[in-house]
């Protein structure tokens, strides 16, 4: 008898299949989608890069990664760019790399501590930072108190071979003051009034900038002029009011350079491909002969010949050629990349922050980074004129580099007020370190009771 009969009228069910351990059947090329593979792969990438880029930290480690990077990079084309001038000196290889490396020493000072400053302390700085700045730029004025070179007279001997620039630190004077200036005028309504937008500070802007145009550097009143337009873009000045202003400052800048040989003779260069009568041009051609000759990878570090007395300035204001030179189109490539990375940081900070101090002083910022790479990476590709400004970060010079580097700080400081990263950097901290432990061994004595015998 079989063990299951069946109920009269049904047919026996067809054994099932077995399905297990088997692959289900893939189907053929025919039948999928072209392309559709790559689309979807190209989709996920896209969101993976906007949720990275969205993440409440991205600022801030673009920042403090960009910068350290730029600064790093920086001292290596230093010491390699400077070898052959401090030989030819008697100073010895490593001169300008040694002083380089105490400025970016005391540079790091500034930036760590701009950036655990409170948003307060940074505005409470303004004034007397401004205050400082006019004084020892009007000393630079005064017959035997400032120091002369290359024409132009902006430097203030400290004794020894250390000199400083107070030119350079108008910069951040002028970032941090108008800040604070837009920041309460804007608290109280009344950046609307042209009056209140223009009124101190164009005219404060403009005697930084009569102060430094009295020592003819023209390069460092252009970033000056950069920044005061950065600040009056931020605050929403009018159209017409922007250009008027903008109008103004191009005629003065027209009769400067029309009143000046020296700097008709470099308007004159741009695009030359000769050195030209009395080698007029001789920097700007050398400077691109150095970058075409780097080739996709360069010549290798060190292995530079237009430092050989052939480029002047080649570990300043054309310190790009040498990189251009030695690491190729690679390495220019590279710093280009850090700086716009710097740059989209600092665009970043100002557009998020609800703080409109944190919001005119991060514009601020990035306005004068942005603008002095350009006009130095123009002048060594023969796109602009020779303005005589250092690359920031990279060049040598510590009377450009430690306002620089405190600036950095305060995109910093910025970036980790933003909405979420104080919160992130909160829950990043160590998981074991003398706090925590110190904590746990307290909790662990309080837990422990006392036995009769007086043993614990």
Request: aromatic share 8%; net charge positive.
């Given at each position: 008898m079989?063990?299951?009969?069946l109920?009269?009228?049904r047919?026996p069910?067809?054994p099932?299949?077995?399905?297990q ?6 189907p ?5 989608t072209?392309g ?6 190209l989709?996920?990438?896209q969101?993976?890069?906007r949720?990275?880029w969205?993440?409440?930290?991205t ?5 403090f990664g ?8 920086g001292l290596v084309m230093?010491?390699?760019a ?21 400025a ?5 000072v500034?930036l760590l501590?701009?950036?655990r400053m409170?948003?307060?302390?940074h505005r409470?700085?303004s004034?007397?930072?401004l ?11 005064v017959p ?5 070179i290359n024409g ?5 001997s400290?004794?020894?071979?250390f000199?400083?620039?107070p030119?350079?630190f ?5 970032i ?5 200036l837009?920041?309460r005028?804007g ?9 209140h937008l ?8 403009f005697?930084l ?8 550097d023209?390069?460092?009143?252009m ?5 005061l337009?950065?600040l009056?873009w931020?605050?929403?000045?009018p159209?017409r ?8 400052a191009?005629v003065?800048v ?5 009143t ?10 741009l695009g030359?491909t000769?050195?030209g009568?009395n080698?007029?041009?001789?920097q700007?051609v ?8 780097g080739?996709?990878?360069?010549s290798g570090?060190?292995a ?9 300035e080649?570990?300043t204001d054309f310190?790009?050629a040498i ?12 710093v280009l990349?850090?700086?716009a990375?710097l740059?989209?940081?600092g ?11 944190v919001?005119?002083?991060a514009?601020g910022?990035t306005?004068?980074?942005?603008a002095q ?5 123009g002048?060594?590709l ?5 303005a ?5 970060l990279?060049s040598y ?5 430690l306002?620089?580097m ?6 910093v400081?910025?970036?980790r007020?933003?909405p979420?990263a ?7 901290q ?14 662990m004595?309080r837990?422990v ?8």
């Amino acid at each position: 008898m079989p063990a299951k009969q069946l109920l009269p009228g049904r047919r026996p069910s067809a054994p099932k299949p077995k399905t297990q351990g088997r692959r289900r059947p893939v189907p053929s090329a025919a039948k999928r989608t072209p392309g559709r593979g790559s689309l979807d792969g190209l989709r996920r990438t896209q969101r993976q890069m906007r949720r990275a880029w969205d993440r409440p930290l991205t600022a801030y480690y673009l920042i403090f990664g960009s910068a350290l990077l730029i600064t790093v990079l920086g001292l290596v084309m230093v010491y390699s760019a400077s070898m052959i001038k401090g030989l030819q000196l008697g100073l010895g290889a490593s001169y300008f790399f040694k002083k380089q490396f105490l400025a970016a020493s005391i540079g790091a000072v500034l930036l760590l501590a701009a950036s655990r400053m409170p948003v307060k302390l940074h505005r409470a700085l303004s004034y007397p930072v401004l205050a400082g700045t006019l004084f020892l730029m009007a000393l630079v004025q005064v017959p035997g108190m400032g120091v002369s070179i290359n024409g132009n007279q902006n430097w203030i001997s400290l004794g020894g071979p250390f000199m400083l620039q107070p030119s350079e630190f108008g910069k951040l004077a002028l970032i941090l003051w108008g800040a604070d200036l837009l920041a309460r005028k804007g608290d109280k309504g009344l950046l609307s009034q042209w009056k209140h937008l223009l009124v101190p500070l164009v005219p404060v802007a403009f005697l930084l900038l009569g102060l430094i145009m009295l020592g003819g550097d023209m390069g460092t009143a252009m970033i000056l002029g950069a920044i005061l337009f950065g600040l009056l873009w931020l605050a929403g000045a009018p159209t017409r009011m922007f250009v008027g202003v903008l109008a103004f400052a191009g005629v003065i800048v027209a009769v400067l350079i029309r009143t000046s040989p020296h700097r008709m003779d470099r308007l004159a260069c741009l695009g030359a491909t000769d050195p030209g009568k009395n080698d007029l041009c001789w920097q700007a051609v050398h400077g691109i002969y150095a970058l075409a000759s780097g080739g996709w990878f360069g010549s290798g570090l060190g292995a530079s010949v237009e430092k050989w007395g052939q480029l002047p300035e080649a570990h300043t204001d054309f310190i790009f050629a040498i990189t251009g030179e030695e690491l190729g189109l690679a390495g220019t490539l590279s710093v280009l990349a850090l700086f716009a990375a710097l740059g989209y940081a600092g665009i970043r900070v100002a557009g998020r922050t609800e703080d409109s101090f944190v919001r005119f002083a991060a514009g601020g910022v990035t306005t004068w980074i942005t603008a002095q790479a350009v006009i130095n990476i123009g002048a060594v590709l023969g796109l602009l004129p020779i303005a005589g400004v250092p690359l920031p970060l990279f060049s040598y010079g510590g009377s450009a580099l430690l306002p620089t580097m405190f600036a950095v700080g305060l995109l910093v400081a910025f970036a980790r007020e933003e909405p979420g990263a104080r919160a992130a950097l909160a829950m990043r901290q160590p998981k074991f370190g003398w706090k925590r432990a110190g904590l746990r061994w307290k909790s662990m004595r309080r837990r422990v009771k006392k036995r009769p015998s007086g043993e614990r």
